[in-house]
Structure formats: structure tokens, C-alpha cells
């Protein structure tokens, strides 16, 4: 069973800074791809950030030279380094795993990953 447990999410000030983590387990692909949503209510999830088995990176438009994905495979755990925040970063953030390349735009449409964390929450004030 696939289990994906986000930490990491606070409050901070405008153009400062947070690392969320993504503890995984369960999943045993050759070709994974582990990504980054967010999601604000009432609007449509939206990717962030996604790394795949052999190293590739891929970014939203809104989050590149900002944000830096990366794993640890050993521990089986993914970061989200956030650096520069901004009000507008401000959502619930989810991590999932799927399979294939994490180059966008496919890497980051939400149907491609089949498994989810229950997130956690950004709050970035101004």
C-alpha cells in the first residue's frame, strides 16, 4: 500500500522561506515520478513542482527560480525548498506519486499521479 505523509507546512512572512517533506512508502516503480500540487478553495489543484527516477526536474512557470524539488531515495522522502514566498503561495500543498517523466507540462497534470498525501497548509502573509 502506498502511503504519502507530508510535513513541513506554517505560516511565514512574505519573502520568507520553508521546506515541506514528503515521507513515502509502499510504491516499488522502475520509471516514478513524484510531484508537488497545491490547491486554494474553490480552485482547481495545480502542479508544482515534479522530479522523476533518473534525476529530471520539471516547474510551474509561477513557482521556477523560487522553488527546488528534490529526494532523497535512500529515506524514500521528497522536499520542497520554498524560498521567496509570496502571498499568492498560499495554499494546501500535496505531494503523490506516479510513474513516467517529470518534465512539464504532462509532469504536472493531476491525472497522471495515482497516489496522494493528505497535504499540508502554506500561509504566506504580506
Known amino acids: 500500500q502506498v502511503q504519502l505523509v507530508e510535513s513541513g507546512g506554517g505560516s511565514v512572512q512574505a519573502g520568507g522561506s520553508l521546506r515541506l517533506s514528503c515521507a513515502t512508502s509502499g510504491y516499488n516503480y522502475d520509471n516514478y515520478c513524484v510531484a508537488w500540487f497545491r490547491q486554494t478553495p474553490g480552485e482547481e489543484r495545480e502542479g508544482v513542482a515534479a522530479?522523476?527516477?533518473?534525476?529530471?526536474?520539471g516547474y510551474a512557470e509561477s513557482v521556477k527560480g523560487r522553488f527546488t524539488i528534490s529526494e532523497d531515495s535512500a529515506k524514500k522522502t521528497l522536499y520542497l525548498q520554498m524560498d521567496s514566498l509570496k502571498p499568492e503561495d498560499t495554499a494546501m500543498y500535496y505531494c503523490?506519486?506516479?510513474?513516467?517523466?517529470?518534465?512539464?507540462?504532462?509532469?504536472?497534470?493531476?491525472?497522471?499521479?495515482?497516489?496522494w498525501g493528505q497535504g499540508t497548509q502554506v500561509t504566506v502573509s504580506s
Open positions: 503523490a506519486v506516479g510513474k513516467g517523466s517529470a518534465r512539464p507540462p504532462f509532469a504536472l497534470y493531476d491525472f497522471r499521479y495515482s497516489d
Open positions: 522530479i522523476d527516477s533518473g534525476g529530471t526536474t
